[in-house]
């Protein structure tokens, strides 16, 4: 071809002249055959049989444009289609690897621009959101402070109010036990009063006879005779028998015994006899000295030799007279000790001859038991005001904790109930005899402290998920279980069957909260396979103080939890790959290794799979047996579960797109959803059969 502005000649289909780059005009009809098929776009001649314009690559799918006729049309889908067969594709569901890795890059492109659009975006509302934030916390801040002021001020009035109230306490607690300490004085003096009247009624009429007559014989025997007036010899003292008496001087008005005329008292009943008959001047000593009245200890001698007195004329017949009145004495105080009398002390009698000594009587009443004694005893009664003291702190504990409780601090309200109930069970260790009071006080405040427990775990089960909220509530519950424990090992009555009821469902609460929250994650048109690992970590993080997994073990790999930290895994596993190829720090072989290395603890994925497969092939490597495993797995589920996996599926129940086919989804126990999954029959043969494919 010719160009018409240097003459220079061009190659056929040249558009522009190599030398002066005058634009060429397509001549028609040049070396083609007249009638030959044309581009629609740019008019150059077309080979017979070809797919594309040489000149500008327009594919051949519609009649040329012009006044020459079109050739027959070209089925573009099936020419795309031989060229996927020709590629040698897993599978005629799936598309050849250049076009995918194509698509890929255009989506990653698209998703990075995207990204970079919602960073900006993003970055403006963290601003915004910043300053907003920043202003609600300098409000908050001054609220805060300003709460924490009035808090301030309300607590020191509150502990000025109950320092006022405990020093009132004390004051009235102190003058109690003043007023009960006379109270105690003033019962154990009228106590005293009492036990010494009964002694003194319980002693009979002759104990007093009895002294009174012991005391003039002492008297009568520690008299000194008186000495006769000369100085004859005296005759020699003969001894003198005893039935020997001193005549009588009447008969005793009471008892009408015999009466010695030298005493005033009967010596038997000792009842006064009035005024004996007159004495003779020689014998007036002797009467003066036998009516006086003296207690004699046991150290006196019983009898002592008489001295002689000058002025006594005749001692004979005062000597028959002792005598006489010593026998009348000894009959006396013989029929005072045989005749039965009680006291509660020790009687000594003294006589001339010997002393006799009676001894207090052995009491015949059965022993009583000390501990039955104790029983017995009434219960120790307090005042009001004694209780008021005792259960001060206590009280005040519960009127904080209902404070607390009634502005929604739950947390802060169970803490002062549970201090509440071990002041009042440390009043009754200290002392014993309040416990039933201290059973009232704990039954009242307990079904309080139950709520508080169980109203704070509901605040932290509305919070957003993470495996912290189980701890703090397993904590929260194992702590108020222990109180309760220990309030019955000391006999309290106490009601927690609300709190064990919630600690034994806490752990299939939590798991299920977990799953709901993986299972809302696929409801979403777009949804971050980064943050399902995040939640299956967190839940897998969760640990019992022996170090066991609280929620699941993963060696159990039906748990529905263990299906989904499979599924999650897989996918984390598989960006890392994506992310490491991308910034060059890894080629497709170890990509591709990387995969097929985690198959097994992903529970064989078919996502990973044909992942692996891909990278095998762009890596040079064998890859047959992935191709089998992943073949033999793909005409399982279409057989057995009537599912269809493709890379461009639409998920309407058969057709499901690789990349949103929820492997984790068990249909036995129908969860998710009801057609996208595997039952647990599918996925034991896959269990059985994969592993064969990698040996």
């Known amino acids: 071809m010719k160009c018409p502005n240097c003459n220079t000649e061009n190659a056929d289909g040249a558009k522009f002249c190599a030398r002066c780059g005058h634009k060429l005009e397509a001549v028609f009809g040049s070396g083609a055959t007249a009638g030959a098929p044309v581009c629609s776009n740019c008019g150059n001649p077309l080979a017979p049989g070809a797919k594309f314009c040489k000149v500008c690559g327009t594919p051949v799918a519609a009649p040329a444009a012009g006044p020459a006729s079109a050739g027959p049309a070209v089925d573009a889908g099936a020419a795309s289609g031989a060229v996927a067969g020709a590629a040698g594709n897993l599978s005629s569901?799936?598309?050849?690897?250049?076009?995918?890795?194509a698509e890929e890059a255009a989506a990653r492109k698209a998703a990075?621009?995207?990204a970079a659009r919602k960073a900006a975006e993003e970055a403006a509302a963290a601003e915004e959101a910043a300053a907003a934030a920043a202003a609600r916390k300098a409000?908050?801040?001054?609220?805060a402070r300003k709460a924490a002021e009035e808090a301030a001020a309300r607590k020191a009035a509150e502990e000025a109010a109950a320092r006022k109230a405990a020093e009132e306490a004390a004051a009235r607690k102190a003058a109690e036990e003043a007023a009960a300490r006379k109270a105690a004085e003033e019962a154990a003096a009228a106590e005293a009063a009492r036990k010494a009247a009964q002694e003194a009624a319980a002693k009979p009429a002759s104990y007093d006879r009895y002294a009174r007559a012991e005391t003039a014989f002492q008297e009568a025997e520690t008299a000194e005779p008186?000495?006769?007036?000369d100085n004859t010899a005296q005759p020699k003292e003969e001894p003198v028998s005893a039935g020997t008496t001193a005549a009588p001087a009447g008969f005793c008005k009471a008892c009408g015994a015999p009466l010695d005329p030298r005493y005033k008292f009967c010596m038997k009943c000792g009842t006064p006899v009035g005024a004996a008959p007159a004495a003779s001047a020689g014998d007036s000593s002797k009467t003066d000295k036998f009516a006086r009245t003296k207690v004699?200890?046991?150290?006196?001698?019983?009898?002592?030799?008489p001295e002689k007195d000058p002025n006594k004329k005749s001692p004979l017949g005062l000597i028959l007279g002792i005598v006489g009145g010593i026998v009348v004495l000894a009959a006396v105080v013989i029929l005072l000790i045989l005749k039965p009398w009680d006291s509660s002390d020790t009687a000594v009698a003294t006589t001339p001859f010997d002393t006799v000594t009676t001894e207090e009587t052995e009491s015949t009443a059965p022993a009583v038991d000390p501990a039955q004694s104790a029983e017995a005893a009434p219960a120790r009664e307090f005042t009001e005001a004694e209780l008021a003291s005792f259960f001060a702190e206590g009280d005040t504990l519960v009127t904080d904790a209902q404070a607390k409780a009634s502005a929604g601090d739950q947390q802060a309200a169970y803490s002062s109930y549970a201090q509440a109930l071990s002041s009042y069970a440390a009043q009754a260790d200290q002392e014993p005899a309040l416990h039933d009071k201290v059973n009232e006080k704990i039954a009242a405040a307990f079904p309080s402290y139950s709520d508080s427990i169980l109203g704070y775990?509901?605040?932290?089960?509305?919070q957003y998920l993470n495996g912290g909220l189980y701890v703090q509530a397993r904590n929260t519950l194992d702590e108020a279980l222990a109180l309760a424990n220990d309030l019955t090992a000391k006999g309290y009555t106490v009601d927690a069957s609300a709190i064990q009821s919630q600690r034994d469902g806490l752990r299939d609460l939590f798991r299920q909260k977990y799953i709901d929250a993986f299972n809302e994650f696929t409801t979403r048109e777009n949804w971050s396979r980064d943050e399902a690992w995040a939640l299956m970590q967190d839940a897998y993080g969760v640990t019992e103080q022996n170090g066991s997994h609280s929620l699941f073990e993963l060696s159990d790999l039906n748990d529905p939890l263990v299906r989904r930290y499979h599924y999650a895994y897989a996918f984390a596993t598989r960006k890392a790959a994506e992310k490491s190829l991308a910034e060059g720090v890894i080629g497709y072989e170890e990509a591709a290794s990387q995969l097929i290395s985690i198959l097994p603890a992903c529970d064989y994925s078919p996502l990973i799979m044909y992942d692996a497969i891909r990278y095998s092939n762009e890596g040079g490597l064998d890859n047959e047996n992935l191709r089998q495993a992943f073949s033999a797995m793909l005409d399982y589920l279409e057989a057995n579960e009537s599912i269809v996996l493709t890379d461009a599926g639409s998920n309407d129940g058969q057709y499901i797109d690789i990349n949103h086919f929820w492997y984790f989804n068990d249909f036995n126990s129908g969860i998710s959803d009801d057609y996208n999954g595997v039952t647990q029959a599918t996925m034991e043969w896959i269990r059985s059969n994969m592993p064969g494919y990698f040996q």
């Open 93 to 101: 569901r799936f598309k050849p690897m250049d076009e995918v890795a």
């Open 457 to 462: 775990n509901g605040f932290l089960f509305e």
């Open 112 to 114: 990075e621009e995207a």
């Open 296 to 305: 004699v200890s046991e150290d006196t001698p019983i009898s002592k030799k």
């Open 139 to 143: 409000a908050e801040e001054a609220a």
């Open 226 to 229: 008186v000495a006769p007036a």
